[in-house]
Structures are given as C-alpha cells and as structure tokens.
C-alpha cells in the first residue's frame, strides 16, 4: 500500500502528452516520470540512434534511443491499465510505478553505435544501466530515491531479472516484451519496410497476467504468431542487412587501430573523451560523456591522421564506402577465408584491419530459453501450453539460428571487374585469385567447385 500512496501523491495535475508517430500519443501522469525523462542521463539518449549504423543503409532510420525508450515506457503504462482493468485479481497495482520506471530506463545505459562500442572496449550496456540507476552521482538515482531509499535497487533489480515478481520482469525482458513490440514496430516505421508491422493492438488486447508472469489468450494465438514471423523477418531484411554491417565492421575496424595507436603512442589526434576506454580506466561519468557524435567527430578528425590505416578507414565509414562481404559456410570455409584475408595482406592493406570475419545469428522463438520464459498461451480454464506447441509456423522458426557468416574485405575486391585505377600488377594478381574463390556473393568451397 505505501507504494500505492506514493503514486497518487506523486500524479500530476494535469497529464502531459508526447507526440509520437508509433503510439500517437505518449501519455505521462506521473511527476518522476516526467523528472526522469528530463534528467540529463535520459536526455544523453537523444543523441545515441536506435540502430546504430543501419542509418546508412536506410536513410530514414535516424530515430533515438530517446523516442524507443518512451515508447517502451507508453506500451506498459497501457499493459498496466489494461491489467488493472480487466485483472485485478491477478495484477497488484502497487507495481505500476516500478515498471513504468523500468520501461523507461532500460536503455539508458546503451554507448554510442552500441554493439560496435561495446565489442572493442569491452562494455555491457545492461550492466551500465543498473549501474547508472544504483550510482548515487546521477541524477537518476536522485530522483528515484524520491520514492524511497531501496527504490533505484527494485528498479534496477527488473531489469536484472532478479525482481520477486516475475510478471513486471516478463513485461520489461522476455520473447514478447514492451521492448521488442515497441523496437519492431519504430525500425520498421523509420527504415521504410513493412516487415515489424504485426498487430500490436490485438496483442495488447490478449496479453494477461498469471501467477508465474504474462501470457496471451489462446483466442489471440495468430496475432502473437504474426509477431515472431515479423520478428523473424526484421532480422533477415532489416538487422542483418550486409551493408549496415559492413559499416559496422569498417568502425570496429577503424576504432580497433585507433587504440592500438594510442597504446604505442602515436594517436594524433587524440580525442580526451576515448582516452579512459582506449586505457580501460572509465568511470560512469566517463561513459556518460559519449555520444555518436562523440564517434562521428573522432572519424572527421582521423581522416586527417597521418597514420595511413586509420585515415582510410575514416574516409571509408565518413564517406560510406564500407569493406564489402562475401558469405561463407563456418564449417567449410574457414580454411579458405584465412587464405583470402592472407590475399588481402599482400596489397597495401593489413588483414587485421582491412579484413574481418562478421557473424550474424538470431533465433526468432526459443520454446526452451531459460533466460526468457517461453511464450504461453492461456485457456478459458487457465491451462497453459507453449507456443511451439500450437503454432505449426512458430515450431518451423523455433530453437535453430538464422543468419549467416560473411568475410568483411576491401571493396575493390569484390567487384565483378578490377577498378580502372587499380593498375599496379601485384594487385591485378592478386584480384584475380580472389575472384576465382567466391561466385554470387559466396566462397566457393570444394563441393562448389565440384558441382
């Protein structure tokens, strides 16, 4: 009940309202949350996109980590009417405070170009979270201590997953959560593609809670269906696109030299903000102060570097003329990859940092994932059955990978005719007997050449 008195206490007087192109509105009713939104580590989120480098792939794809984290927070405020509406008995409403503040923050600990970030200064953005949350410096915490001195813990605790109450987890972190309904629908709505474009209203109308967490009402079955197939197909089309992650390895592998020049000395120009990560002594404020444009103003300032590796690949990424990629079969192929990144070392590039191997995989419903429960269908009787178990479709996309692995190399390569300019005969050689390994965008292997 104190949790209940907080929040009416804590109501503002008059809602105020977000415009939003996914929910129309996003509706705030509550003073932290409104004081959350507007601290300055929330606000760092407007400045960090939502995908990273699949903007130049998809020009419209520009949105933040910002506008997802408000979405997230919009679908389970409705979650949370929608429970304390039509399930009162199975929903305690005393938890509506904690998973709107974990709706909203779940993000807030993302780096710049995040996954690129985190590989090569080895960060974890969900560790940054909590610890953005529990740090008594942020102004997060302040304003979450508000509620009480143990509440940044419970928040931070959801996210986790640690949280007693498995419903408010499943709500924030499992296979049909507010984040990945709201991130669908957004990267679909700004790259353009119809592909994450389910019926979310159905699912919000069909969502209920149980003892255990959250299930789906069976009568709902094909709307949660058509979820995992979009799901499925955002990650073929959208996240996985070869592009986007060509861009993504020409700044791993421009961020990657950088360091090892600052190791030896010879970063010039260095820039003070990647400093602690470059000699892994970053504290939360450090991490704070990073942004993409923090990234995107080191690759304007490399590109004048006199090391000849790292202005290229900062011509490369600022100018998107990525390392292009041929697929390869990992239990095959790999022999033959490290003899094509060996071609490679032969020119004027070096293999460790104009050549990398880049694996995409995802599984679209893992009936079996103990990390997130499994989604289940509920009866009019209360009986319980898994997914899987109902959807034909659902059991093809279940338990296996999707995706494949490509060999990242210059784009010169690549090309189905040497560049012009390209006159030098070592190079010549050396195209030729890399074109004589690959055919239709994939390494041949010797059941290839075979056929």
């Not at 009713?29 to 989120?45: G, N, P």
């Not at 408010?168 to 972190?173: G, M, N, P």
Request: a negative charge.
């Amino acid at each position: 009940m104190k949790s209940i008195h907080f929040e009416q206490a804590d109501r503002l007087d008059t809602e105020v309202v977000f415009k939003d192109p996914i929910h129309d509105h996003i509706h705030v009713r509550h003073q932290i949350i409104l004081d959350l939104i507007d601290s300055k580590e929330f606000q760092r989120l407007r400045r960090i996109k939502q995908l990273g480098t699949s903007q130049y792939t998809f020009h419209g794809a520009e949105h933040s980590r910002f506008s997802h984290s408000l979405g997230v927070y919009e679908l389970a405020r409705k979650i949370c009417d929608h429970f304390f509406r039509n399930y009162p008995e199975e929903w305690d409403d005393s938890e509506r405070l904690v998973t709107l503040c974990a709706a909203l923050l779940h993000d807030i600990g993302h780096g710049p170009f995040s996954h690129t970030f985190e590989k090569i200064f080895e960060t974890d953005h969900e560790k940054f979270t909590t610890a953005i949350i529990l740090d008594e410096n942020t102004e997060v915490n302040e304003i979450l201590q508000r509620v009480s001195p143990n509440f940044p813990n419970q928040v931070a605790s959801v996210i986790t997953q640690e949280y007693p109450n498995p419903q408010v987890v499943q709500l924030i972190s499992s296979q049909i959560d507010a984040d990945r309904m709201d991130y669908l629908q957004r990267d679909a709505y700004y790259t353009g593609v119809t592909y994450g474009k389910f019926d979310l209203s159905r699912i919000l109308r069909v969502i209920r809670p149980y003892q255990d967490g959250i299930a789906f009402q069976v009568q709902g079955m094909h709307a949660v269906e058509d979820y995992i197939v979009r799901r499925y197909q955002m990650y073929m089309q959208v996240y996985f696109h070869p592009v986007s992650r060509g861009m993504e390895v020409t700044l791993d592998r421009m961020l990657t030299r950088a360091r090892d020049l600052f190791t030896q000395g010879d970063l010039v120009p260095s820039i003070p903000q990647l400093e602690p990560f470059f000699n892994q002594s970053y504290t939360i404020q450090d991490y704070l102060t990073l942004d993409d444009n923090v990234i995107l103003y080191a690759v304007l300032a490399w590109t004048a570097s006199e090391d000849q590796y790292l202005s290229e690949l900062a011509h490369m990424f600022l100018h998107r003329k990525p390392l292009k990629s041929v697929e390869f079969d990992r239990e095959t192929d790999l022999e033959i990859v490290e003899y094509l990144r060996d071609l490679v070392d032969q020119l004027f590039y070096d293999r460790e940092y104009f050549t990398m191997v880049n694996r995409s995989s995802d599984i679209s419903y893992d009936y079996s994932l103990k990390e997130k429960a499994p989604i289940l269908l509920i009866y009019p009787d209360g009986e319980l059955e898994n997914l899987s178990e109902v959807s034909p479709i659902v059991d093809t996309l279940s338990d296996h990978l999707h995706g494949n692995d490509r060999l990242y190399v210059p784009r010169e390569l690549v090309r189905s005719t040497p560049p012009a300019q390209q006159n030098l005969e070592i190079f010549e050689d050396v195209y030729h007997e890399f074109r004589k390994h690959i055919k239709n965008g994939k390494i041949l292997n010797v059941k290839d050449e075979e056929i």
